[in-house]
């Protein structure tokens, strides 16, 4: 049996991406090959589109007025929910009062707004790459301190997901009503809503789609000029006396309270700063410049100051108009969340005469809270990968996806929002807690972190620069310890007891990363003193073959034992099943394996420790290396997760940590394997068939041409390509031994290798007809050659087993886009 798959291969299967340019080769290699795709990545290629090659990455500048659109919808749709916030906490302690309140309560957001904007004109001054308030801290506090800016910001990026697209929500329902009247959903018709925004946000960023777009700048330019419209008519319509207070709607608002309390008493005062940390939330997304400096078209830092101060400058005009309408037409937030106290105002405003305005500020106020949410979709996956190029988080996180986004940090984004979602039901209210803490403390690390670059750097002006630093620090981490206190039980006390466990896991992760980084370092310091490395010489090589049944699986994993061609080579089976042992046995002498079979009696059933001590006890003999093989039957990758326990991956973590032993893991995919054993034995049989047939003179040979060898193309003549192209560029199929020649071609793999007391540079070259071998003696490495680099190569032909090759040949490096 183990002979009926030898030729099944062990090694994994590699995709390879290709974009349009490559498309001619990339058939090619398929064609060559024969593997079939798997489902999953069928499946993924029909979703997202084919992939791209890292030369699609174009980098897009923006100019200042789709700058302002694109960056800053994030911050501006703030307002849509800042008045309505700070009203939720005011009204149900001092009622009506409420109204009067907001005016002053808004005041101090203002100024807030004013301090952050005036801070982060600095920050863009001096840092005009990306990262924020991340590389401030870093620059200046060192990469450790940096992460608390870190967790602030993926913190920050995570919850405004789940805050903007309830917002957006909340929009929608309170222009149509009726929809909290579907069956089923209605009830919880803002979660569904919100789920089903961030699922499209996910799949259309999981695609490659681009903030950078004109698409993205309509809904901040809508919503600024309708909020604004509405402002203005509100005013008029004041003047005039014709604005009058909001009719009730269907549904609970929130409790009216009655206090007497003086404004200086406990309660009022911890009433005002739930208010204040609530109104907090209006300054959120200020910062998304600072994190795209580098986006936009030079001169970049006066470019994004001017920016920063003309998106302040509209926040701070929408809040202030917000909270004055809601301060004269009384409207009052709702327990359900809608209508929102912006689509009442507009519906007051505007009155039947020019209803429609109303739909088209709803519509403005949805666009924009998805835009703005759609931001930390690419800044999310940005700064996760950034920290994770610092070696403070998994390194997976700076790998891009088939489309050439992130989308590993895509993926963990919307997780975590989709939970943020469905616990709190989409209230925006209820997110609230989550979310100025992460915010406020990115602001005050900006703050702090520039207030010591002035001193030290001391530039023209810095103690000015510094105090307006310092005073933003200030302002932002005593909201930091506000909302830490008041908004507590409320779920705070989540990302209070959260922030400082993340802070320490990507510390801790980083210390492994060093530690490993400096194990390699000394490694390569010993080569570089001429130290060769221990010599490996092991009078004993033992491969132990871990067998739960007998198998495809186990027999694939007996052949690759072979193939490692050990001193002493014997099965193993734990018992701790009498009766599968014996059936194993039988198994094992019915098939004629010439393999010693040994039985363990483990009684406890702790294969792990079984294991560990087999493996000690053989790797005790002086000079014996010990490999353990383990076979695992393979599965879908859904399917696999709730099969397998693991039991191979326990057992080789074990085994490694011995002395002079290892563990290697076969996987075997039953279904492929079985499928093309199947068809080998088909096609086996039908040849048989062919010679019998031959024999009796019953075959008709209809055409006189004959095949091609297996992996040749005809070279040159109908229906080929020429072999010589006219600039003297030869096809790599149409190569032969012997002769100079120069050919043209995609780098699609480099590797070194050790020869004696040398090393050569080889690189695999292909065009559309096959693949060349450049081997360049005494070099580790070419600049400029890498994979997925176009290159000219001129020089002498040989012809080896692998195919055609070239030994140093003279090269020049080709423009990737031609």
Known sequence: MADEISGVGLAGTGLANAGQANTALANTALADTALPETFGYTLKRKLLGPPLVNEQMAEQRLSRPLALGVLSCDGISSAAYGTEEML??????????????ILPMTLVVLAGIALVVLSYREVVSVYTRAGGSYVVARENFGPRVAQVAAVALLIDYTVTVAVQTAAGSAAIVSAFPQLA???VIGPQILTAISVIAVLIMCYGNLRGIREAGRAFALPTYLFT??????????????VSGGLHHVSAYPGVTYHIGHSTEGLISIGMIYMLAKAFANGGSSLTGIEAVSNAVGALRPPEGRNARQILITQGSIVAFLIAGISWLAHITHAIPY?????????????????????????????????????????????????????????????????????????????????VSLVLLITTRAEVNGLIPFYAIGVFTGFAMAGFGMAKYHKRVKERGWRRRRIINGTAAVYTAVVVLIFAVVKFTEGAWVIVIIFPVLVYLLIRLNREYRMEAEVLATIGDRRAAGVPPRPTNYRRRVVLIFVDDVDLATFAAIRYARGLRPTTMRAVHFVIDSAQAEKVREKWVTFGQDIPLEMIDTPDRRLTRASLELVSREAQATGTQVTVVLPRRGYAPLLGRLLHDRTADKIASVVSQVPDSAATIIPF??????????????????????????????????????????????????????????????????????????????????????????????????DATGSLTAMFYGRTNIPGVEPGARLRLDGKVSMRKGGPAMINPAYELLPKDE
């Not at 969340?337 to 088209?360: C, I, K, R, W």
């Not at 055409?703 to 003297?728: F, H, L, W």
């Open 669 to 766: 995919d039953v279904e492929s394997r079985v499928h093309l054993l199947h068809a080998r034995q088909s096609e086996r049989l039908a040849a048989q068939d062919g010679v019998e047939q031959l024999k009796h003179g019953t075959v008709t040979v209809k055409s006189k041409e004959q095949p091609t060898a297996a992996g040749t193309r005809p070279q040159g003549g109908i229906g080929g390509p020429p072999a010589v192209s006219s600039n003297g560029v030869t096809a790599i199929a149409a190569l032969d031994s012997a002769r100079k020649a120069s050919i043209e071609g995609r780098v699609k793999a480099v590797e070194i290798r050790p020869v004696e007391n040398n090393c050569v540079f080889e690189a695999t070259v292909a």
């Open 88 to 101: 939720i906490e005011m009204i149900q302690v001092v009622g009506l009062a409420a109204f009067t309140l």
């Open 335 to 415: 327990l359900a969340g809608y209508p929102t106290v912006l689509a009442q105002e507009a519906n007051v405003v505007f009155g039947s005469d020019g209803h429609f305005m109303y739909f088209v500020v709803q519509a403005a106020t949805a666009l924009i809270l998805f835009t703005g949410g759609n931001t930390s979709f690419s800044g999310f996956p940005f700064l996760a990968s950034f920290v994770a190029t610092d070696s403070f988080l998994p390194r997976w996180l700076t790998k891009r996806g088939h489309r050439l986004a992130l989308s590993n940090g895509i993926i963990v984004l919307t997780v």
């Open 181 to 183: 009247n579907i069956p």
């Open 225 to 238: 000029g309708s909020v604004a419209l509405m402002i203005v008519v509100g005013l008029f319509r004041e």
